[in-house]
């Protein structure tokens, strides 16, 4: 009852504090411009992901005080850490310009302090073709490049209207799914629920300004933050169940594939892979449809209709996470490049 009370009151609490961000960015000229490299038409203002690590780090906090005695899962206060560091530099950067060095400097020092409170470096054993892989000490640095991936390719994939926010509500759900499949109703994973469920309903707050209009924009403070409380859950899965990797990254698939997919051919193609560009596959959709929705809502489609089946399947050992993976992946790489992911756009004319 207190959890409901908690989650009803964190998306109320993001939905006023995104007014107070539009109201603020309008006032210190915060406006995101179109230009040839955007996928919008008209003057926004940015930084609305600002009221989702507000109200996130609010509700986390209540109800890390509200759980009792050794229930209370120390690695919280860790995530709130690394999510609040990325945040601050993403509003740093919202402000002016943050040289990409400096940033991606931070940012790994951020995945350290993540991997440290997850105590990556004792990682269970993680399950793969009937194989059970034992990362030891190798797991610290290949976490790390994990979480800042995951921040940065967030913050690449919002770019269109709703698409980022729409994501953590559908792979939250569908995560919360999988976490209740694999464990019982008095165990630290109904916890892990909870946090997704914050997550989830700080962001439901923020959707009625992003979608399906943009009265405001997410901006690099509030994609970054997701990105890395995000990446941060995937690891803490591996204590409750080592399966429920392999599905977080099933369900997060058309992120992780689009991303990838177009740094790839961007760095094949001698492109500086920092520099804004508008040439991810879902930017190429939604000018192929005119339309931000179509393209938002089909991706939600296919978390819910494609990836979350097989996931459960993985969830519940009916399939191995490795061929899990492969069967996900595969039909999103060849929609990613059906949609020229990463290609100039004279290269697609």
Not at 139 to 167: C, H, K, Q, R, T
């Amino acid at each position: 009852m207190i959890l409901l009370l908690l989650l009803g009151s964190v998306t109320c609490l993001s939905f006023i504090i995104t007014h107070q961000m539009r109201e603020y960015a309008h006032k210190k000229g915060l406006i995101d411009t179109p230009n040839d490299r955007s996928s919008h038409t008209q003057p926004t203002p940015r930084s609305g992901g600002n009221a989702i690590v507000l109200s996130f780090s609010v509700g986390l906090i209540i109800y890390g005080f509200s759980l009792t005695g050794e229930q209370t899962p120390f690695w919280i206060w860790g995530l709130l850490g690394s999510g609040f560091l990325v945040a601050l530099i993403g509003w740093i950067d919202d402000h002016g310009h943050l040289a990409a060095r400096w940033r991606l400097l931070i940012h790994f020092i951020t995945a350290a302090w993540s991997c440290y409170w997850l105590e990556v470096h004792q990682l269970p054993p993680i399950p793969v073709l009937g194989f059970e892989i034992i990362l030891g000490g190798a797991a610290v640095p290949f976490m790390m490049l994990y979480l800042v991936w995951m921040l940065n390719l967030y913050n690449f994939m919002d770019g269109i209207n709703g698409i980022a926010s729409i994501e953590v509500i559908s792979v939250g759900l569908g995560v919360a799914v999988l976490s209740f499949l694999v464990s019982n109703p008095m165990s630290e994973p109904s916890i892990y629920i909870g946090i997704v469920a914050l997550l989830m309903t700080a962001t439901m707050g923020f959707v009625p300004w992003n979608f399906p209009n943009a009265k405001i924009f997410m901006g690099d403070a509030g994609s970054g933050f997701i990105g890395i409380v995000l990446g941060s859950l995937s690891i803490q899965s591996i204590w409750i169940a080592p399966q429920l990797f392999w599905c977080w990254l099933i369900v997060l698939g058309v992120f992780i594939v689009d991303a990838t997919t177009t740094l790839i051919c961007r760095v094949m193609n001698n492109e500086r892979v920092h520099e804004a560009h508008r040439n991810h596959a879902y930017q190429y959709a939604s000018r192929v449809y005119n339309s931000h929705v179509i393209v938002t809502s089909s991706i939600a489609a296919i978390n819910m209709c494609f990836l979350l089946p097989l996931a459960v399947c993985v969830a519940l050992e009916k399939l191995d996470g490795g061929v899990g993976l492969i069967l996900a992946y595969a039909p999103l790489i060849a929609l990613a490049l059906y949609f020229k992911a990463g290609k100039r756009e004279q290269q697609c004319c």
